[in-house]
């Protein structure tokens, strides 16, 4: 079974402008989590996407945003670039009957904003 | 929900046990507590995840005492490729919330 994907790999971006990330989850699992890792932060929940709604999201200004569609892909949007959203982003899916909702991470999109 | 507080990192020599004490003073009565592994430019992979008393698998052990207000992660004779950054988390697995904080967690080094 072909594991979390996620397109681009890497990305530079100036700021201000915008950047669109996209993630495709293991074949079967229905919720996909966004994450952004710094170094200064550590690894920070900013939105996770069950059956095409907002589950949980976390604590991100709205240029942040995301969605998912109805073959459980999704896609996540930040507008305005800044120079401190420079960062690696994960995205990680699981199982909805998994009774541990484990998670599986993708390799991640890394994102510098010049 | 739940956050919670783990060292920032600790040493090793090869071959010795080692054990990541998390604290979560306020875990909720639904909330689990789940355990994760980061080796660089990977993403995080799920390594036990507990309720209470203890849990084991191929790789750690769990130790969850009665209150819940704590737990450690127990690597038996680690080796060099064990040298990575451990999660703690918890939160409750039916609303997605036990994947919620990572945080910085606690980046172990294995020396030889």
């Known amino acids: 079974k072909a594991g979390v994907t996620q397109t681009p790999r890497y990305l530079i971006k100036t700021r201000g402008q915008q950047v669109t990330l996209s993630c495709s989850p293991i074949s079967g699992h229905r919720s996909v989590s966004w994450y952004q890792q710094t170094p200064g932060q550590g690894l920070q929940f900013l939105f996770e996407?069950?059956?095409?709604?907002?589950?949980n999201k976390g604590n991100f200004p709205g240029r942040f945003s995301g969605r998912q569609f109805s073959n459980s892909r999704s896609e996540m949007n930040v507008s305005t670039l800044e120079l401190g959203d420079s960062a690696l982003y994960l995205c990680?899916?699981?199982?909805?009957?998994?009774?541990?909702?484990?998670?599986?991470f993708g390799p991640g999109t890394r994102l510098t904003v010049l | 929900l739940a956050k919670t507080t783990q060292p920032i990192s600790m040493d090793s020599y090869e071959g010795q046990e080692v054990n990541i004490t998390c604290s979560h003073n306020?875990?909720?009565?639904?909330?689990?507590i789940t355990w994760y592994q980061q080796f660089p430019s990977q993403g995080p992979r799920f390594i036990i995840q507990?309720?209470?008393t203890k849990v084991t698998n191929e790789v750690a052990s769990l130790f969850i005492p009665a209150d819940r207000k704590s737990s450690t992660l127990s690597l038996p004779r680690v080796s060099l490729s064990d040298t990575a950054v451990y999660y703690c988390?918890?939160?409750?697995?039916?609303?997605?919330?036990?994947?919620?904080?990572f945080g910085t967690g606690t980046r172990l080094t294995v020396i030889p």
């Open positions: 507990g309720y209470k």
């Open positions: 990680a899916s699981s199982y909805p009957g998994d009774i541990r909702n484990e998670q599986f």
């Open positions: 306020n875990i909720a009565t639904n909330d689990y």
């Open positions: 988390l918890v939160g409750d697995i039916r609303t997605g919330a036990n994947n919620l904080f």
């Open positions: 996407y069950f059956s095409e709604t907002q589950r």
